[in-house]
């Protein structure tokens, strides 16, 4: 078997990029208290018996009975610790670690079990790849960016993507360059046609894309999609920045269907799991082009504040020295507690279980509002029905009498006096202030957020407000 080397993109590097990469081994963390035989009078590392905490426990929260099913059968409540030391046995590190400072890699028995679960589900096909611990996928964005970008460089972005995503690249100066896209997502003859007829002053060089579940879209691309988009990058030569937070909420081919269809086996068997999802961009990538960003923020608690970069080594390096200077490391306690969980309280198989009970609890919700949707609104909109994630994606079909200037700040309005909530599309467009953007009456809707009993309350006041600027059923 040949072994597939990552190819060097250095001379891409950002400035910034560029002396993290050439200084990172300049660390005193090497010489840190973790070698027995050295005195330490160097470091600022304070004493862990000075730590405050000596115990840290929680209390699993007991999903699994809440949801309806009569398969159930979890009662006990299960309590998770952390003791001051390692427990023998134990892969968790003790609070005398934990609570510490460390590298920006993140805990070891974290970023091990980031990297078993990296390699089991995307298998990336070269081989030195590598994995860093970050606060979720925001934070992993920012870091990711700048290793390569510099002030006035291009990044290539979805025409709708993730709001952060769109204030991070502002803030950074960063020139976004829109790609049209359609039920899939981004459209590779789009990119190809972009990145071929590109004369801006600086190359293209990267590009941002949420591939599964799209925020605010909701589309996911397919396995053909995500090949095509590859090569097109490939011939292009650009980064690829995957932020895929709803990588484990998909929901396969399960069709809309009523409530009590979707809780019997049969229907519940189509959903994924953790076995038969979309693979990741990473599978694909034998250039080592890929920076895959992870989150738990959907899984388990956005404010866990938790998840996982994978890239190739070089680029792990750089970003690994741009956190020893500026996060140090991600929260010792979101990790351990995290750590303790995943690896020898859950396992692969409560995991798993925990998998499919989200996916259960979000197909159920969708289906409820887009039967609603398909019932109560008929033409007044288009859309289609997402198979990831938490977002609708629709478009509402005013009459060419309510096609004007402002109509969907006149809409939104509407919408909140009559107590219910959509995000318009513009704002997550790059060109939001131009008015051809602004009035294209797109709006984005979550089925994961409402109490589920209101969800169709919300759409019958959409109704309401449609009817009222002269939309037909
Ligand atoms: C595409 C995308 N990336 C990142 C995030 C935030 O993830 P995290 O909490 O891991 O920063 C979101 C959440 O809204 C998102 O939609």
Redesign the pocket.
Known sequence: MTIIKAKDFTEKLSKAGHVRYTKQNASLGKYGPKNPKIISLGLGDPRPDTFIFSEVSATVANLYNKDGSSDSTDSAQTTISLSEKKSPGSLVEGLDVLLQYGDGYGVRSLLGYAKNLVKNSHCPQYEDWDVIISC????G?DKATDVFLNDGDNIIVDEYT?I??IKTFEAKSYNQVSVGMDTEGMIPEELDRVCSNWQGPNPLKAIYL?PTGQ?PTGTTMSLQRRKDIYSVCQKHDLIIIE?D?YYYIQFGDAPVADGETTLSPEYLSKLPGTKNLLPSMLLFDVDGRVIRLD?M?KLMA?NLRT?WITAQKRVIDVIRAHTDTTLIRANGLSMGLLSRLLLEEWKEEGFEKHVAFVQKQYVYRRNLLVKSMKERLGNMIEFSVPETGMFVWLKVNLPDEAKREGVVDELFEKMTEKNMLMIPGFLFSADQKNPNVKDIPYFRATFVYAPLEELDMAIERLETVLLEFGCKK
């Open positions: 979720g996928s925001t934070d964005l993730y952060n995503a949420i925020n932020d937070p989150s923020s956005p998840g």
